[in-house]
T-cell receptor
Framework: RKEVEQDPGPFNVPEGATVAFNCTYS??????FFWYRQDCRKEPKLLMS???SGNEDGRFTAQLNRASQYISLLIRDSKLSDSATYLC????????????FGTGTKLQVIP | DVKVTQSSRYLVKRTGEKVFLECVQD?????MFWYRQDPGLGLRLIYF???????EKGDIPEGYSVSREKKERFSLILESASTNQTSMYLC?????????????FGQGTRLTVV
């Protein structure tokens, strides 16, 4: 089983739609979770961290479910500019550990 | 403004050549990483380093080595480049100070081995 798994998509959604991505992880000792965004031919950049209680940043909401070992990202009122690949990131406890990325979910918002 | 800089955006090398990819960060981060990214496979970790002269194998270390002689610099070495090492290579750095620390990426090096 892969350490971090994501549905690769693509998700094609109309402008204004709500879309959700899930990501599952296999290491129950994982402590830190993030969503990164990667535009075509660019490097990944942090979109938001994922906190245990869930957190929101504007149109974006991230949730963590430790019992089922998955994190989710919800995007409301999708914009054309949201078109990108969204990468789930999982870090184990401790600062001496690797950072593992999911394969990414491609989102295309269509007019 | 935080910065991770990779020495080249594009490289073309011949099969069998020794290739050096350089990465420098100015954030005094302890941890540095090398990934390769291929369509459908996402980012796969090649090697990482949590301190000067320290290195750990990632998920796909075969055919690669690394060097971390100074805290700010992490080099990826392809001892004898092969065509299956044609890929986008991404360097990242991250502070060890917090489990919530963000990883910062360089702009990537697109390597073509012919």
């Amino acid at each position: 089983r892969k350490e971090v798994e994501q549905d690769p998509g693509p998700f094609n959604v109309p402008e204004g739609a709500t879309v959700a991505f899930n990501c599952t992880y296999s290491n129950s000792a994982s402590q830190s979770f993030f969503w990164y965004r990667q535009d075509c031919r660019k490097e990944p950049k942090l979109l938001m961290s994922v906190y245990s209680s869930g957190n929101e940043d504007g149109r974006f909401t991230a949730q963590l479910n430790r019992a089922s070992q998955y994190i989710s990202l919800l995007i409301r009122d999708s914009k054309l500019s949201d078109s990108a690949t969204y990468l789930c990131v999982v870090c184990p406890s401790g600062g001496y550990q690797k950072v593992t990325f999911g394969t990414g979910t491609k989102l295309q918002v269509i007019p | 403004d935080v910065k991770v800089t990779q020495s080249s955006r594009y490289l073309v090398k011949r099969t069998g050549e020794k290739v050096f990819l350089e990465c420098v960060q100015d954030m005094d981060h302890e941890n540095m990483f090398w990934y390769r990214q291929d369509p459908g496979l996402g980012l796969r970790l090649i090697y990482f380093s949590y301190d000067v002269k320290m290195k750990e194998k990632g998920d796909i270390p075969e055919g690669y080595s690394v060097s971390r002689e100074k805290k700010e610099r992490f080099s990826l070495i392809l001892e004898s480049a092969s065509t299956n090492q044609t890929s986008m290579y991404l360097c990242a750095s991250r502070s060890r100070a917090s489990v919530k620390a963000e990883a910062f990426f360089g702009q990537g090096t697109r390597l073509t081995v012919v």
